[in-house]
């Protein structure tokens, strides 16, 4: 059964949810369960000067040109990702890993409603250092690995947990192959265009070229 189509608007998430999956609009749909952290994350972006968007279904925070942020749920928590985590400093020991496979602690996770107004003044200093790096165009230093991942993958990684552990259980043939697929395109909207489609397959455990 294919998924459903991710939304682009940005009010869909904050009050129908994200798209993926039967739940989409129903009570039953995990944004519902953890609205008003949601709405309090997605408050404090927006006075810290962030540009809001959608991307791979979620609210994306961007400044300078560049992701800072990504308001996400799940059944157990929800969450605020970094993008660019391995330049963060983590002075407060809040940032974790999304998985065993994460190379970088990226990840604020919130269990109950209330810690965002507690954790309010991290919160802002932890977007505005990342805002720092991105108004100076600073980057990570490249990691060596045996597969060169584009951007537009690992960014939909980052926002994506499930997808993040699977591409990381495939064989590095397997990954080859979606690396040579997403870089058959020179066009950025085109590479996300086709993760999105590709990501059923990946869940699966199979190649880009495999049926």
Known sequence: MPERAMITEIEDFFTLGCGRCDKFA???CVTRHWIVGL??????????GLSEHVKWGHP?????????VLIGALRGDFRLNFFKAALMQDPEGVLSRQGPNTQNPDTILFTDVAQVAA??????AYIAEAKGYAEA???????????????????AMDADPEL?????????????SYVIVLNGSK?????????????????????????
């Not at 994306?60 to 800072?68: F, W």
């Not at 600073?138 to 690995?145: D, G, L, R, S, T």
């Not at 066009?187 to 265009?193: E, G, L, P």
């Open 60 to 68: 994306c925070y961007v400044h300078a040109g560049r992701n800072i």
């Open 187 to 211: 066009v950025s909207a085109t590479r996300v265009a086709r993760i999105e489609k590709l990501r059923p397959k990946i869940l699966a455990g199979k190649g880009a070229n495999e049926y």
């Open 137 to 155: 165009g600073v980057v990570p230093a490249k990691v060596a690995q045996e597969v060169q991942l584009p951007d537009e993958l690992v960014e």
């Open 39 to 48: 709405n309090g994350l997605r408050r404090i972006c927006r006075d810290m």
């Open 26 to 28: 129903t009570p039953d």
């Open 119 to 124: 954790m309010e003044p991290t919160l802002r």
């Open 164 to 176: 993040a552990e699977a591409f990381h259980a495939l064989t590095p043939g397997r990954q080859r």
